[in-house]
């Protein structure tokens, strides 16, 4: 079955550190792959998506490239701040399937001042 | 649009007692989920209403759960009786179908459930 694997938490970065947090998945079909955020207290939100291989989702400084040769989507940002602090879940749908998202187990970031 | 609601934001109850929790989801979405969040499984998904039909709802934990959508702006969530086990984070979150995988989710603010 399909299946999404992140990195265990928690990342810890100083404000203004280069963050990388990595996603690999498996699926039977052709998936679109998703970065949802967790803000404390809140439900998650899409943070950006790719459709299709080699397309890039960006959103407020975030980055990820859809890699079927590798089967990852690796969640980038450059300058990390104080309030991207929250918890982040790789999610895959799958288009040969019945839609229903499949989730990592999320990794929560923690960036100090 | 005022998103996904859900109520309670906060329920504390006795073991034993019945459990209620409810969603209204964004107008114009075709398909509901429950999931379950705790710190030891993560996010759970519970069950999937698509056009207000249950369609998989493999990830109910027990009998003791049962879910419900009687039209498509209003689902419920039963436990009956509720156990100190159940206490997590229960989010509803709709979509549409209509744009294949491609759709995001979009969740409400979760329900908080403990029991004591």
């Known amino acids: 079955g399909d299946s999404v694997t992140q990195m265990e938490g928690p990342v810890t970065l100083s404000e203004e550190a280069f963050l990388t947090i990595n996603c690999t998945y498996t699926a039977t079909g052709y998936p679109s792959l998703f970065w949802y955020v967790q803000y404390p207290g809140e439900g998650l939100q899409l943070l950006l998506k790719?459709?299709?291989?080699?397309d890039k989702g960006s959103n407020k400084g975030f980055e990820a490239t859809y890699r079927k040769e590798t089967t990852s989507f690796h969640l980038e940002k450059g300058s990390v701040q104080v309030s991207d602090s929250a918890v982040y879940f790789c999610a895959l749908s799958d288009q040969g399937g019945s839609y229903i998202p499949t989730f990592g187990r999320g990794t929560s970031l923690i960036v100090h001042p | 649009d005022a998103g996904v609601i859900q109520s309670p934001r906060h329920e504390v109850t006795e073991m034993g007692q019945e459990v209620t929790l409810r969603c209204k989801p964004i107008s114009g979405h075709n398909s509901l989920f429950w999931y379950r969040q705790t710190m030891m499984r993560g996010l759970e998904l519970l069950i999937y209403?698509?056009?207000?039909?249950?369609?998989?709802d493999s990830g109910m934990p027990e009998d003791r759960f049962s879910a419900k959508m009687p039209n498509a702006s209003f689902s419920t969530l039963k436990i009956q009786p509720s156990e100190p086990r159940d206490s997590a984070v229960y989010f509803c979150?709709?979509?549409?179908?209509?744009?294949?995988?491609?759709?995001?989710?979009?969740f409400g603010p979760g329900t908080r459930l403990t029991v004591l």
């Open positions: 979150a709709s979509s549409s179908i209509s744009g294949g995988a491609g759709n995001e989710q979009f």
């Open positions: 790719a459709t299709k291989a080699d």
């Open positions: 209403f698509n056009n207000n039909v249950p369609i998989d």
